[in-house]
């Protein structure tokens, strides 16, 4: 009787992990990667409500968190660190903006999706670079959908959108 109350939290756990997780790259390897040879300091940022609205106003996109994850490098330029949910599951993504406030990278850190990692392919994720502000950011427009990763391509396009707003609209000027 008593092995039985013992199994239905271990049931729950399995339940509740996801079918599928792959991890890419830990914050620390994208930093390395998309800041070679720069100190990233990283820097504690809690949106206020109206900065949230303002940024959602301005991004069409929902901010899912006001706590963000943001790192400044010495070499100039912010690391972010965040994430999208794709079909049913969060997609752990990094954007690095240069000094100008343009995207200089996107890399996907972990997918726990079941289909749609194309998302990690490096040309589709070359369509952002130089993107900043401003910039329509539109699946089938200025980035490509990749069929079969639709959700996927259109959250993570989604995410680098409201990340470029957080940008111009909060961390420039801090």
Do not use: C
């Amino acid at each position: 009787m008593r092995s039985r109350f013992l199994l239905v939290p271990a049931y729950a756990l399995v339940a509740a992990a996801p079918a599928h997780a792959t991890v890419y790259l830990s914050v620390e390897q994208a930093q390395a990667l998309m800041f070679p040879g720069a100190t990233l300091t990283p820097e504690s940022i809690t949106l206020t409500p109206e900065q949230m609205k303002a940024i959602e106003k301005d991004s069409g996109v929902n901010v899912l968190s006001p706590n963000l994850k943001v790192w400044r490098a010495s070499t100039g330029g912010l690391f972010i660190a965040d994430q999208v949910v794709g079909k049913h599951e969060f997609i752990t993504f990094a954007l690095a903006i240069d000094t100008q406030g343009a995207v200089r990278d996107v890399e996907i850190l972990e997918y726990r999706e079941t289909f749609g990692d194309q998302v990690r392919n490096a040309a589709w994720r070359a369509q952002f670079t130089g993107k900043t502000h401003g910039a329509p950011l539109k699946l089938g427009d200025d980035i490509k959908n990749i069929s079969g990763a639709t959700l996927s391509s259109r959250h993570i396009t989604d995410g680098v959108k409201r990340l470029l707003a957080t940008y111009a609209l909060v961390l420039a000027h801090g």
